[in-house]
């Protein structure tokens, strides 16, 4: 099966998804942990089987380019159990080999104005941090295939804290010392956008920007709404404005519990919204219904019921045909797919979530 099997590509099915139009169906896609794929490739898949094509996933691509401070790459140590490490970032990370989780960050370089200053130095829209080998290998295929494209930005709150300094240190500076974490968000997405220019005048287009940005946690948002207005809104909205520039969409994932900033999303022009967390407090059947005519939903299914097939087939069931009414909803959990769900048991969720997401 493929992403264009009920008739319409995957592009044609999420643009009419943002543009509150229905479709043959609603798009589907999800990703897997590593633990999982190997699950279920001892349980039959094919070893060397691309996940999207074995299920039939919608085609949903995301496009790079290195916006980084380009610092060392090295394995600092390495065992059978766990490896550290430096990234482009900065951060020093320990992960273990065999588990599904994000890394243990250790240290980074970037922790306050003086190190932020001889890192923005390094980071520069050079014409060499785009991977044009790939772009000429890739992108023809891909837009051949009715993949939907997005350009990946790295720029916000979410990337600061989780990437390139500490949580602790970017809360703090929110309130101690704005100014800094004001440039540090513009810096990075105007090297970003000054690379996806170069992108797009190559000649290879893409349909929407999408940015991570996990705003809040369970029940509550990391700060409030007033600091994301004076600090965060701005260069949300100079993203959105470049896209629109372009005629493209504008795509933000945000973690946790943020239904106080939907209505500013939607003032500032933000399509669409992932991942709609259930367990962080979310509830996407009550923002469907207040909001489901201005913003797309992507996500809204409960990751955490994967180990309980019949409950999570039996909540597709219940929230999928109110989230998909005319149009503004993409299928996917709220999360990643965790590898307590055997592959017969997922191949029936995508079964339920098909019939589910059929427009008649």
């Keep these: 099966m493929s992403g264009a099997e009920g008739g319409m590509t995957s592009r044609e099915r999420i643009l009419r998804m943002l543009d509150h139009r229905e479709a043959d169906r609603v798009p589907i896609f999800d990703s897997p942990w590593e633990g999982t794929l190997a699950r279920w490739r001892r349980e039959g898949m094919p070893a060397d089987a691309d996940p999207a094509a074995y299920f039939g996933f919608d085609r949903f691509q995301l496009l790079f380019a290195d916006n980084s401070p380009r610092f060392e790459r090295k394995v600092l140590e390495e065992t059978e159990r766990y490896r550290i490490y430096t990234t482009s970032w900065g951060q020093t990370l320990k992960s273990f080999r065999d588990l599904d989780s994000t890394p243990e960050f250790i240290r980074c370089e970037i922790d306050g104005p003086d190190s932020w200053r001889r890192a923005k130095a390094r980071i520069r829209p050079d014409r060499d941090r785009i991977d044009w080998t790939w772009y000429a290998a890739h992108y023809k295929r891909l837009r051949e295939s009715g993949a939907f494209l997005a ?4 720029f916000g709150f979410d990337w600061m804290h989780s990437w390139v300094s500490s949580t602790e240190t970017i809360l703090a500076a929110l309130i101690e010392e704005p100014e800094w974490c004001r440039e540090m968000f513009d810096h990075f997405l105007d090297t970003h956008l000054a690379l996806f220019d170069q992108v797009w005048d190559a000649g290879y287009t893409f349909d929407a920007i999408r940015w991570p940005e996990d705003l809040g946690y369970k029940g509550h948002l990391f700060f409030s709404p007033d600091l994301y207005r004076s600090l965060l809104r701005p260069v949300h909205e100079k993203a959105v404005r470049w896209a629109r520039e372009k005629g493209i969409r504008a795509m933000i994932h945000s973690c946790g519990y943020v239904e106080p900033l939907v209505p500013d999303f939607i003032d500032i022009g933000i399509d669409c919204l992932n991942p709609v ?15 489901g005519d201005r913003i797309a939903l992507h996500g809204g299914i409960d990751a955490s019921l994967f180990d309980d097939p019949e409950a999570l087939m039996a909540q597709i069931r219940q ?8 149009g503004g909803y993409l299928f996917s959990s709220d999360h990643s797919i965790p590898p307590s769900i055997s592959l017969p048991d997922y191949q029936a969720v995508l079964r339920t979530t098909r019939e589910a997401g059929r427009y008649d």
């Design 151 to 154: 350009a990946d930005l790295f």
């Design 319 to 326: 929230v999928v045909p109110i989230l998909k009414e005319n």
């Design 277 to 291: 967390e259930v367990k962080a407090g979310m509830d996407p059947v009550a923002i469907k219904r207040r909001y």
